[in-house]
């Protein structure tokens, strides 16, 4: 059934910028007690919005603009040496999609990650009910896709089936094996499976170009950022 009412939006007071430090920050939510179709999610990350759990979010800053979306056309992409690189050194993983779900061996993984990658990050300590709030309960668009070498769990990708493509939510892996390149990889996977399933891009969430953290995004190249209310195809 289509839900003709109009969409409410609302704003959340200014809180600490958890990407910049000494900035404030404010958040756009769509109204999280309006069932939202797949069809209006897919609209909400044409206009840059995010998901978190059941939420749909944008960065609605007063004076600051440094998040940007940012968007892989799939089937321009570009593979760098790197980029063979890292998926042959990967070339036995196998990659099963799964409905999103916990247990101790999912939980103990995302742990890891969050205790080496992001000790001062919000998520930090992880826990149980955060886990499974963020990233297993939220919409019926969610997958896990894992990412596996034998019986050995490397990672997992939780990504969003869209009507235009698919939306990187989250990836997570074993932060011990550096040299594997385990993030870029699953990026290219879903790139890769974008292609596959005729889609159009890959939503890989905010870029924020004095965040070092996330200077990894801009080499997936052309990408398309959302300005000025346009999706612009960047040449980098």
Not at 37 to 63: I, M, T, V, W
């Amino acid at each position: 059934m289509v839900n003709y009412e109009p969409l409410r939006f609302y704003i959340t007071p200014e809180h600490k910028c958890s990407y910049l430090p000494h900035k404030r920050s404010a958040t756009l939510f769509a109204d999280p007690n309006r069932s939202l179709s797949r069809a209006e999610y897919s609209r909400l990350s044409q206009l840059g919005f995010r998901r978190s759990g059941s939420n749909l979010y944008r960065p609605h800053c007063k004076d600051c603009s440094a998040c940007i979306p940012l968007r892989i056309p799939a089937k321009l992409f570009k593979y760098r040496r790197r980029h063979k690189r890292i998926l042959n050194i990967n070339k036995r993983v196998v990659t099963t999609k799964t409905d999103p779900y916990f247990s101790e061996e999912v939980f103990d993984l995302y742990s890891r990650y969050i205790e080496y990658r992001h000790k001062k990050g919000e998520m930090y300590p992880p826990n149980a009910s955060q886990f499974t709030d963020f990233l297993v309960n939220g919409r019926k668009e969610a997958s896990f896709y894992e990412f596996k070498e034998g019986k050995e769990l490397l990672g997992i990708s939780v990504a969003d089936d869209l009507e235009d493509g698919m939306s990187a939510v989250y990836t997570f892996f074993n932060p011990e094996l550096k040299s594997r390149a385990l993030g870029i990889f699953a990026i290219l996977w879903l790139i890769q499976q974008t292609r596959k399933t005729c889609k159009d891009f890959l939503y890989l969430g905010y870029w924020i170009e004095a965040n070092k953290k996330m200077n990894y995004k801009s080499q997936f190249t052309p990408f398309e950022k959302y300005l000025d209310k346009a999706w612009i195809l960047t040449e980098k």
